[in-house]
């Protein structure tokens, strides 16, 4: 299959409607990508109408796509912005806000202890803290390499929708019975699969992942991919406020669902874009959450 790099095929029509991906919001539409700050496409949103938001917010760790901000101002614009998606949220919807930590002269600030107040004023439930742990980063030398992000998981109310039936992993022992009492002869663990736990393994997107774009901090579509199976059903809708390069959208679309996500830096709205296109012609690449990770073994290092 013919492979285009979504980063360097960026046409001027880009930023026009087309059939499939919308630049602003209506319940009937399959795909919306609104180029600009995600406050202006949250208030177009109808209160309650989301079932599922997913996002990576900025780290203000003065990355190219963002303004460092002083703390305090960085807080309250995480606020205004997490009371809005709160708003937008159906009662039986999740919010899953991934973060990690924001570093100041190798200080580090974990950002979900940080933003933790917010989300629990807003009287939203914690389901979990799911631990995102990824091979590859920075080197530290006065501490150790960081090597994992967090998920925060909330939902509106204690009738929110869950399934794990389609998240499950392969069992370690599914041949296993029970060996005695009322159950002898049956299978002592799920031949369905087990909970994947609220610890992922999933390589993140370095230089030669294949989803890799010109954007410097993507995440894996598998790590939404899990989200949106077990938190969302067929048609429903998921939000992402900080779009990047539509990761959160490839994930829902791909599986059936409704997306719609702002993204305010015009070359990664052109990427997401692109990208979208190619999830719905089927031309995309993505790294498959099933897929081996590389153990590297010290007999493999040659002196
Ligand atoms: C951590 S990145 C998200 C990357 C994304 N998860 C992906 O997989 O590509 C945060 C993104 O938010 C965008 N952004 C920052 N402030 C924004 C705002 N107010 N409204 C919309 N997008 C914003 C940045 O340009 C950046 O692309």
């Not at 309650?48 to 309250?76: A, F, H, W």
């Not at 606020?79 to 919010?95: A, F, Q, Y």
């Not at 799911?130 to 109310?157: D, N, P, Q």
């Not at 909970?195 to 410097?216: G, L, M, Q, Y």
Request: hydrophobic fraction near 35%; include cysteine; glycine fraction near 4%.
């Amino acid at each position: 299959m013919k492979t285009i790099n979504p980063s360097t095929h960026i046409s001027n029509t880009l930023f026009d409607t087309d059939e499939v991906i919308h630049r602003t919001f209506k319940p009937g539409h399959r795909c919306t990508l609104f180029y600009g700050d995600c406050i202006k496409l949250l208030k177009t949103l109808p209160a309650g109408s989301v079932d599922l938001i997913v996002t990576s917010p900025p780290y203000n760790m003065s990355k190219e796509y963002e303004k460092t901000l002083d703390r305090n101002d960085y807080y309250l614009t995480q606020k205004k912005i997490i009371t809005e998606c709160t708003r937008v949220l159906k009662h039986t919807g999740s919010i899953c806000w991934q973060v990690g930590n924001y570093v100041k002269k190798g200080e580090i600030i974990p950002i979900d202890i940080m933003l933790y107040p917010i989300f629990n004023a807003l009287k939203l439930q914690m389901r979990n803290r799911i631990v995102w742990h990824f091979g590859h980063g920075l080197h530290a030398s006065k501490r150790f390499s960081g090597r994992y992000e967090t998920i925060m998981w909330f939902t509106k109310s204690n009738d929110y929708y869950f399934n794990l039936d389609p998240v499950r992993i392969p069992q370690k022992y599914p041949h296993k019975k029970h060996f005695k009492g009322t159950k002898k002869g049956q299978f002592s663990c799920n031949p369905k699969g087990k909970n994947p736990s609220d610890v992922w393994d999933i390589p993140n997107v370095k230089s030669n992942h294949v989803e890799k774009t010109d954007h410097p901090c993507q995440f894996p579509v598998a790590l939404v991919e899990r989200l949106v199976l077990a938190m969302t059903q067929d048609n429903d809708l998921v939000l992402d406020p900080f779009m990047g390069t539509g990761s959160t959208a490839i994930a829902s679309l791909k599986n059936n669902r409704r997306s719609v996500g702002a993204e305010i830096n015009k070359n990664y709205c052109a990427i997401a874009k692109k990208r979208i296109h190619m999830t719905f012609n089927k031309s995309i690449r993505i790294r498959k959450l099933e897929q081996p990770i590389y153990q590297p073994t010290f007999l493999s290092v040659t002196p």
